[in-house]
């Protein structure tokens, strides 16, 4: 298991970018999916993005075409692009890594997008 600190959050006109990152505290090479999950005020946790640890991707169909999921495993960081942002954007955005048996979290990093 690995604890996970999100930064990068933060306040921004909608159309503007964001990127946040997701540290680890272990290496990362090894785990089989890292994501990234929002939860909008009133609302459930939802999936943004995933991203295997051989490179391949997944994202919603709300944010594909804007926001990008990237890994750097020696950096042991995720990251999340976020472009064109829209006020529905506006959420806590949470890492996390999956494997088999267990899944972690990291505290959470706020997004307001204002119009």
């Known amino acids: 298991q690995v604890q996970l600190v999100e930064s990068g959050g933060g306040s921004v006109q909608a159309g503007g970018s964001l990127r946040l990152s997701c540290a680890a505290s272990?290496?990362?090479?090894?785990?089989?999916?890292m994501g990234w999950y929002r939860q909008a005020p009133g609302k459930q946790r939802e999936l943004v993005a995933t991203?295997?640890?051989?490179?391949?991707?997944s994202s919603a169909d709300s944010v594909k075409g804007r926001f990008t999921i990237s890994r750097d495993n020696a950096k042991n960081t995720v990251y999340l692009q976020m472009n064109s942002l829209k006020p529905e954007d506006t959420a806590v955005y949470y890492c996390?890594?999956?494997?088999?048996?267990?899944?972690?979290w990291g505290q959470g990093t706020q997004v307001t997008v204002s119009s």
């Open positions: 996390n890594a999956r494997h088999v048996g267990w899944s972690d």
């Open positions: 272990g290496d990362i090479f090894n785990i089989p999916t």
């Open positions: 991203i295997s640890s051989g490179g391949s991707t």
